[in-house]
């Protein structure tokens, strides 16, 4: 069995797919409340 070492593991596309995770949750959500104002703008 291999030996590991704590903290060895390198992480840099887990990073960049949870980067890329974070963007896309935030993007959606702004264009969500975007849409939702807009709506209640328009419905009056």
Do not use: P, R, W, Y
């Amino acid at each position: 069995m291999a030996e590991h070492k704590h903290g060895s593991m390198d992480t840099t596309t887990q990073e960049k797919t949870f980067d890329g995770f974070i963007k896309f949750a935030t993007n959606t959500a702004i264009v969500i409340i975007v849409t939702l104002i807009l709506l209640a703008i328009v419905n009056g």
